[in-house]
Every structure is written in structure tokens, then in C-alpha cells.
């Protein structure tokens, strides 16, 4: 599949966009260490990069290592709990909260034998407490890539991957030997009589059996297919022996069935096309939802010409450009609110906002009964009714000229970047530094360039890699918005374009290559 024949890796994980960069490139040359990449500037290692052997990265995978304990209380004593039939003394611990310009604030932290009490419930004796796994001891979020920047081939990466215990994740590892591999990572509590999802009581039937081994989560070496596709969907087979040891929510498969599509189109891929492919517009809930609206009748003339435009969009890319694209999102934005507000009874409204787009996409597709008695009739009165509602609502905020609805632009898609502390900046000249944008952007939440479903971009990949294992020189990277933290830096928001634009910088690894390239080289001195 590789032009080249050797394996590839693409990663780009998603996280909130901000300033300062949330992660920072590094080269760690030392005896025994040559390895490069991003990572975390308070957390030691690369967490995402290669070695002279091979090269990982990572996605979220949905662990679930909290349980909710309820608990009942003696009415004469609230401080005590009842556990396998007998009466337990929370711990109760006495601190002191210093408030700015107030008098010091005096409480109470109370702990049972699970953990932290989030809630008292006095009037009925019952109390509530959090069991977390990440509490337990080495629990430091992604301290095991210092093991994984060790491994020479697959054995010894998988080997590191047992020591990740937080966040949960999908490592993913291609080598120079020809081999690639996924290993789900996580701390997975076993639960013997339970699934996790709802509140146990907390007396003692409902204990973790210990936790999963993590070489016994789902993994991949060598797949027949060819490849491993990770975008936070869920990998895990369904016959996986320990269900109730994982997440039960995942992201939506379409950005995985994008990136299938286009790896298993028949071409050769190198680095330039999966920089496309990272890079990429295309919607597949729209090529699933427009064909519905296109096959309904519509009388009015003011809003048949949109209709029309609909019809020939066969891209379905929410490029920067399309005006199609601004009327699409705007679409299912509007189907969204109508079809939560058939499915989800009033009164549960403040608790689930929002549905699923993979469940809004089935439910468009073939009707539920709870769209009525002739449910293919109400479901195309609300894919126009919605389509309405979407241009009237586009009118308002870019105005009726259609050739001003392009989907980038600072009036609709965008990104801008606050630095949390400017508005304590006084400095003007600083000022005019320290937040960056707006700059045009595509695409939305559920596109391979994942830029969330705010016009405002709020979330998405902010460090990206490209490698080809047959040559580390050729290895491509961006952080946006730049590596320092400093806004007098010229590196502060020196990528902030480049990222905007899709675009990287050559990420050298031989010292021959880094010298020819160098800006800068500071030597340190010992007294």
C-alpha cells in the first residue's frame, strides 16, 4: 500500500485547541536514547514519535475506571455507612480554603473505603462516593512512553504498553522490519456482576475484581487488511470476553470509514497523500443525508434553488470554499434539535442535549415508530422543514447574497485562539500578540480533519506526524500554534498559518540533516 514498502504512520489526536501549544517537540539524543517527537511539557518522554526502530502514536480508547457507590447512612450518626452488614466511620478530613479579600473558609472532606463523597443525601440516609482507578498508584498520565521509547520492535513496544495504565488509548506501532500493530491501553476494572453504567449500592456486593491485564485488551499485529485505522470508533470485537471492563461510548465510525475508503482505493499512498488524507473534508453523514432531501418534492421557489444546488453536490466536502457545505452543516444542525426533540421526552432534555449523529443518521435513514403513524412521511416533512429553517437561519447571519456563504470565513467557519491569562494583559503592545485569528477553516466534528461542531474551532489536532519508517528524515510535523509559550517568541505562533493551511515542516532525525537546518545552538556548562 506504501509506495515506498515500508509501513506508514499517520497521527493526529484530538484534544482542545489553545495558546500555548498544548504539546512540544523534542529530539532526546543521549546514550542509550535517540527518539523525537511530541508530548506533554509537564510529562517526561515522547509520547507520540518514533526511535531509530520504529514509530507509535495514539487515540482515545474508551476505558470506564469509575463507578458511582451509593450508600446508606445511620440516621442518628450521617458520619457513619453501612458496608457488608455493618456500620463503617467515614474519613473526615478538616481543611482550610484561603479566599482572595474573604475570611478563610473552613470544610469537611469525607472519603468511605471507595473513595471521594460527591453528594449527602440527609433526608433519605444516603450518601454517594466516586471509585476511580486513576487514584490507584502509578496512575501518572502517559509516563510509560519513556518504556515505549525503548522498544526496538513490536514484543518490546507491547511489553511497554502494559505499564500505561492512564488515560485509555489506541497505540498504534509500524516499524522498519515491515511489521505494524495496535494495543488498547488502560486501566479496565473487572466488574463480575455488574456493566458499570448505572449507580451500585456500595455495601460491599458490587467489588472490582481487579483490574484486566492490559495484554489482555484488543489488539492487532500484522492485520490481513493491511492496515489499522484509529479515530476513537470502537475496535474491540464483539465477542470480547471482558465487555464490562471497557467504555460502552465511541465516537462515530464515519471518520474510520473515511480514512478505510480512501486506504483501500488501490493506489500506492507516501507521505504527500496521506497529508490529504489528514487533511480531509469530505462528510460521510452528508453523502448519506442529502440523497434523502434530494428525492422529497419541494413547492416553494425561494428555497428550491438551494435544493437545487444540493442535487449537484457530489463531493460532499466542507471545504473552505463551498456554499454548499455552509448550508449542509447548518442542516443537520437543524435536524439535530428536531429529531432530539421527537426522541427525548421533555423532561430529559436538560440531561441528554444532544443525540448521537450516528443515531440521527439511522433514524433519517429508516424511520422509528416514534415518528408516528406514517413515519417516512414525518421524516420528510422534517428534512424540509429543517432545510427551511437552515437557509432562513444563514440569511439572517452572512446575508442573501449566496456567494458570500463560503464555508471558511471569519463570519461562519473559523478558529481563534485566546491565551487564558489575556485578560489580565495590560501591556497594548502584548496585548495585540497573545491571542491569534481568526484564519478561515473546514470541515467539522465528524470529518478526518476533525474541527468540532462550533464555528469557532474549539477542538481537533493541533500536533500532527507523518512518517515513512524507510527513511526518518522524511518525517513531516506541525504544532499549532507554535513551540514557545512566550509571545514575544517569534516561535509563539510561527505555525499558526502553516497549520491553518495544511501544511508541515521536515522533522529531521540524523544530525548531518539537524546541523544543515540548525537556527540556534546552545551549549550547557557545568560549574
Not at 455488574?194 to 460491599?204: A, I, N, Q, R, T
Not at 443525508?289 to 413547492?299: D, F, H, S, T, Y
Request: glycine share 8%.
Amino acid at each position: 500500500m506504501a509506495e515506498s514498502g515500508y509501513p506508514m504512520l499517520a497521527n493526529d489526536p484530538h484534544r482542545a485547541q489553545g495558546v500555548p501549544s498544548l504539546r512540544y517537540w523534542v529530539h532526546l539524543n543521549a546514550p542509550g536514547w535517540n527518539v523525537i517527537g511530541g508530548g506533554e511539557p509537564t510529562l517526561p518522554g515522547i509520547s507520540i514519535g518514533h526511535n531509530d526502530f520504529g514509530a507509535w502514536g495514539l487515540t482515545i480508547f474508551e476505558t470506564d475506571n469509575e463507578d458511582l457507590y451509593v450508600y446508606e447512612t445511620n440516621a442518628q450518626n450521617p458520619s457513619l455507612y453501612k458496608y457488608k452488614g455493618a456500620w463503617e466511620n467515614l474519613k473526615i478530613i478538616t481543611d482550610t480554603i484561603q479566599i482572595k479579600d474573604q475570611a478563610p473558609k473552613i470544610v469537611q472532606l469525607k472519603y468511605t473505603r471507595h473513595g471521594p463523597v460527591v453528594f449527602e443525601d440527609t433526608l433519605n440516609n444516603h450518601l454517594y462516593a466516586v471509585r476511580a482507578g486513576w487514584q490507584e498508584v502509578g496512575c501518572s498520565p502517559y509516563l510509560a512512553s519513556l518504556r515505549m521509547n525503548q522498544a526496538k520492535n513490536w514484543q518490546e513496544f507491547r511489553q511497554a504498553c502494559t505499564y500505561s495504565r492512564i488515560p485509555g488509548e489506541n497505540m498504534i506501532w509500524a516499524d522498519k522490519a515491515g511489521h505494524i500493530g495496535w494495543q488498547a491501553v488502560g486501566l479496565s476494572p473487572i466488574r463480575k456482576n455488574w456493566s458499570g453504567l448505572v449507580p451500585v449500592p456500595g455495601d460491599g456486593r458490587y467489588e472490582w475484581g481487579g483490574y484486566l491485564p492490559i495484554n489482555l485488551l484488543p489488539s492487532k499485529y500484522d492485520p490481513s487488511e493491511g492496515f489499522v485505522v484509529t479515530a476513537n470508533n470502537n475496535l474491540t470485537p464483539i465477542k470480547f470476553p471482558n465487555r464490562n471492563a471497557i467504555g460502552w461510548k465511541w465516537s462515530n465510525p464515519v471518520r474510520a470509514n473515511r480514512i478505510e475508503e480512501v486506504l483501500k482505493s488501490g493506489k500506492k499512498h507516501n507521505l504527500q497523500t496521506f497529508a490529504l488524507l489528514q487533511n480531509d473534508y469530505v462528510s460521510l453523514t452528508a453523502r448519506t443525508l442529502v440523497p434523502l432531501l434530494n428525492q422529497v418534492k419541494m413547492e416553494e421557489n425561494a428555497y428550491t434553488i438551494h435544493k437545487n444546488k444540493f442535487s449537484n453536490w457530489k463531493s460532499y466536502e466542507l471545504s473552505l470554499e463551498s456554499t454548499e457545505a455552509t448550508l449542509y452543516v447548518a442542516w443537520e444542525n437543524q435536524l439535530q434539535r428536531a429529531v432530539h426533540a421527537l426522541a427525548v421526552a421533555e423532561n430529559a432534555r436538560k440531561y441528554m442535549k444532544t443525540i448521537p449523529t450516528k443515531r440521527l443518521t439511522d433514524w433519517l435513514v429508516t424511520p422509528p415508530t416514534f415518528f408516528g403513524k406514517n413515519p417516512l412521511a414525518k421524516r420528510d416533512s422534517i428534512l424540509l422543514y429543517c432545510f427551511k429553517n437552515a437557509i432562513d437561519s444563514i440569511n439572517i447571519r452572512l446575508g442573501n447574497d449566496v456567494s458570500k456563504w463560503q464555508y471558511g470565513q471569519a463570519k461562519n467557519k473559523y478558529i481563534t485562539l485566546t491565551h487564558p491569562l489575556s485578560a489580565w494583559v495590560t501591556d497594548p503592545m502584548l496585548k495585540t500578540k497573545i491571542n491569534l485569528g481568526p484564519i478561515p477553516r473546514g470541515g467539522y466534528g465528524e470529518t478526518v480533519n476533525a474541527t468540532s461542531n462550533n464555528l469557532n474551532q474549539s477542538h481537533g489536532a493541533s500536533f500532527k506526524i507523518l512518517i515513512d519508517t524507510e527513511n526518518w528524515d522524511r518525517t513531516l510535523g506541525i504544532n499549532n500554534p507554535g513551540q514557545s509559550g512566550d509571545p514575544r517568541s517569534p516561535h509563539y505562533n510561527d505555525l499558526f498559518m502553516l497549520w491553518g493551511a495544511g501544511s508541515y515542516f521536515p522533522v529531521y532525525f540524523t544530525k548531518s540533516k539537524i546541523v544543515q537546518v540548525e537556527e540556534k545552538h546552545i551549549v550547557l556548562v557545568g560549574k
